[in-house]
């Protein structure tokens, strides 16, 4: 079962590149890689999914070696408003039956600061 | 569109009583999904509805049941509530995105405190 292991808490600063990495060493083959980003009192928001390589949208990209062991996700340019809890969530989605294992992470309480 | 609803927002319930959190979406998703979200111990994963007329446990379904009433309204019953069930539940759907890639919506949860 795949365990999701990533960073407690970073700091950053107006303006500057983030990047949390989330380690999954007991990824499955089937499992997609999935961020979302949370503020308080609210539910979790998506920010980006991939499988492997690179995907990048309007507000992240997500970096996934080749072994797909860890994932790292990028926020180009922070904003006070990004100041949030950042999920790491690993899972098979397309599972229909019994065994759509959902693991987060524990979560990254990231700051940004003026 | 509303999204994903939840109701009721808040609730102070006392050991050994019922309740039924409700949960509606109107995107037309066939997942659903309840979690309950803990201090320190991330977002858990209770129950799961891959389509209609499905429901399959997740990671902690124990003290809980679940009901997929139409594609629409998924609900979670504490039949006897315990204080280790105060949490936040939040409920999500999902559907095959353009992308490939799966994505949950989120309500805006349910505070439950269990005194």
């Known amino acids: 079962l795949a365990k999701t292991t990533q960073p407690i808490s970073m700091d950053s600063y107006e303006g500057q590149e983030v990047n949390i990495t989330c380690s999954h060493n007991n990824i499955a083959t089937n499992d997609y890689i999935t961020w979302y980003q949370q503020f308080p009192s609210q539910g979790p928001r998506f920010i980006i999914q991939g499988y492997k390589t690179k995907v990048t949208n309007e507000v992240a990209s997500l970096f996934i070696p080749a072994d797909r062991k860890s994932s790292t996700l990028s926020l180009p340019r922070v904003s006070l408003s990004d100041t949030a809890v950042y999920y790491c969530l690993v899972g098979d989605f397309r599972n229909a039956g019994n065994n759509r294992k959902l693991i987060w992470g524990l979560g990254t309480s990231l700051a940004v600061n003026p | 569109n509303a999204g994903v609803t939840q109701t009721p927002k808040f609730q102070v319930l006392k050991t050994g009583q019922s309740m039924t959190l409700q949960c509606a979406q109107d995107?037309?998703?066939?997942?659903m999904y309840w979690y309950r979200q803990d201090p320190g111990m991330g977002l858990r994963l209770i129950y799961y509805s891959a389509s209609e007329g499905t429901t399959d446990k997740g990671e902690v379904p124990n003290g809980y049941n679940v009901s997929r009433l139409n594609k629409r309204e998924f609900s979670l019953r504490l039949e006897s509530a315990a204080p280790s069930q105060t949490s936040v539940y939040f409920c999500a759907s999902s559907e095959l995105g353009v992308g490939g890639g799966y994505e949950q919506y989120f309500g805006p949860g349910t505070r439950l405190t269990v005194t």
């Open positions: 995107m037309n998703h066939n997942s």
